[in-house]
Nanobody, 122 residues
């Protein structure tokens, strides 16, 4: 069973940066596409970014394009989300997800981490 553990969340002022990490383990993990989603209170879980296994192809939500960067370190089985120029609208619980096929919808992903809180103060 694939296990995903996020870390790196916290409280930051508007304009600041954070880097989230997602450490993965389990069988066939090396075949999985990885993604980040987020969910703010009272809102649905939304796509943030995804990356293919080789790291050669990445996708971003329009709301984070140019500010966030996803990367993968296959040697460490870890996916990162570098978040810059944060604003209060980025406040949410951020989840790491894994799937054999990838995509931009939560239903496309089989495995999920427990989430890490990101809070951006104005």
């Amino acid at each position: 069973q694939v296990q995903l553990v996020e870390s790196g969340g916290g409280l930051v002022q508007a304009g600041g940066s954070l880097r989230l990490s997602c450490a993965a383990s389990g069988p066939r993990f090396s075949s999985y596409a990885m993604a980040w989603f987020r969910q703010a209170p009272g809102k649905e879980r939304e796509f943030v970014s995804a990356i293919n296994r080789s790291g050669g192809s990445a996708a971003y939500a329009d709301s984070v394009k140019g500010r966030f960067a996803i990367s993968i370190d296959n040697a460490k089985n870890t996916v990162y989300l570098q978040m810059n120029s944060l604003n209060p609208g980025d406040t949410a619980v951020y989840y790491c997800a894994g799937s054999l096929y990838g995509g931009k919808t939560p239903n496309s992903y089989n495995y999920w981490g427990q989430g890490t809180q990101v809070t951006v103060s104005s």
